[in-house]
């Protein structure tokens, strides 16, 4: 098989599509890699590596899609990228298509483009292994961010999370306790802060109060519960997922204007639309904005400014997919996997995701 590995794109996006290690193993297996110059330096792979792998690079990312059959990417394809894809191509991507622009679906959609899309590989008990892995980094990613952002010289309210003797720790609440949300409640007890977790499942509840020991208070995220405590907040993360689908609104422009001045939102949901009304998408090099007197995080690509940790970390769990594709064809491994069949959001001209596809089909 002719496998293609891009540059990234995406502002910030510093992880890449495939590692040497991987590439070694199909080019020694009898198929061709096409590698574009400087796509792994982000992740700390040079040219010369993957040249020792077996693969080639080039200086031209239409070459790459040119001449690929299965095109490995990180980020969701820019329209830019869109019109390069090949027809009947096959693109493996975390593509968070709920929240890409109609016309990249659309194009993707004429030109009959398989989208894997590592996001939505499901288990049958519900897991998203692939996702699993970078919803971990995110979460341990959250405080230090925000201890920063805190800071009086980043915008913040000048407090320090943990608090010092007789000044109390901040107040951090966490909406959605799921992956991220539990391992952002964790690393943020370990630097003293006070934690509430919200969420819409009790049983979930149930498991993160185990988890932490109860250490962090828990609370249903009813509409009031979330208006009460979001008033001391000194951090509100947002992390609320609805797989395959827009994340819904659960912080309001209205509970934003409540809220302490130069307090912090992180909306880790962002990447799926946003999960609080004045989110915006921003970038690693200007991840900030103020709105309603309250300091927003909104970066979608967070891991990927840890992009060695967060490329091995997410191929960890994406290679035995990208190998069964490339054993199989793409056909064969979605009919014999049903995990990989999950993930399929695009094929043969149709969306696949019957959510996606009547969300779209309102846009």
């Known amino acids: 098989m002719e496998i293609g590995i891009p540059a990234e794109r995406n502002p910030g996006e510093y992880r890449v599509g495939l590692t040497p290690q991987w590439v070694r193993q199909l080019t020694q297996e009898g198929n061709r890699c096409y590698v574009e110059h400087g796509a792994g330096q982000g992740a700390g792979f040079q040219d010369a590596d993957y040249e020792r792998a077996g693969a080639r690079v080039v200086y031209d990312a239409h070459e790459v ?148 020991n109860g250490q962090a208070a828990t609370m249903m995220a009813y509409d009031y519960n979330v208006a009460r405590v979001a008033q001391f907040a000194n951090v509100l993360v947002g992390a609320v997922l609805v797989p395959g689908q827009r994340a819904p609104i659960v912080v309001t422009r209205d509970v934003v204007r409540t809220m302490r001045p130069h307090s912090l939102i992180m909306d880790v949901s962002i990447d799926q639309g946003g999960c609080v009304e004045t989110s915006r998408p ?50 064969s491994a979605v009919a014999n996997d049903s995990a990989l069949r999950q993930g399929v959001c695009l094929k043969d001209g149709k969306i696949y995701r019957e959510c996606l596809a009547t969300m779209l089909e309102g846009a």
């Not at 929240?99 to 996001?119: C, D, F, I, M, Q």
């Not at 499901?122 to 996702?131: A, F, I, K, S």
């Not at 952002?184 to 819409?200: E, K, M, P, S, Y």
């Not at 690693?284 to 300091?295: A, K, L, M, R, Y």
């Open 282 to 331: 921003t970038t690693h090099d200007n991840p900030t904005f103020i709105e309603e007197g309250v300091v927003h995080y909104c970066v979608p690509n967070m891991p990927g400014v840890v992009a060695r940790t967060a490329t091995y970390a997410y191929l960890n769990a994406a290679w035995p997919y990208i190998h069964r594709i490339v054993r199989e064809g793409v056909d």
């Open 65 to 212: 899609w040119a001449r690929a059959d299965l095109v490995l990417k990180v980020g969701s394809p820019t329209l830019e990228e869109a019109d390069m894809v090949r027809p009947e191509q096959a693109v493996a991507a975390f593509w968070h298509l709920a929240a890409r622009p109609r016309e990249v679906v659309n194009a993707l959609l004429a030109k009959h483009v398989t989208a894997v899309s590592y996001e939505l590989i499901q288990l049958e008990d519900g897991v998203l292994p692939v996702l699993h892995s970078l919803s971990e980094i995110a979460g341990r990613m959250i405080p230090q961010v925000a201890a920063r952002l805190l800071q009086n010289d980043a915008g913040g309210a000048g407090e320090l999370l943990g608090g010092v003797a007789g000044i109390p720790a901040s107040d951090i609440v966490i909406i959605g306790a799921g992956t991220v949300g539990l391992n952002a409640a964790q690393a943020f007890l370990g630097l003293g802060a006070r934690v509430i977790v919200l969420d819409t499942s009790l049983a979930r509840l149930r498991y993160v109060d185990e988890r932490l």
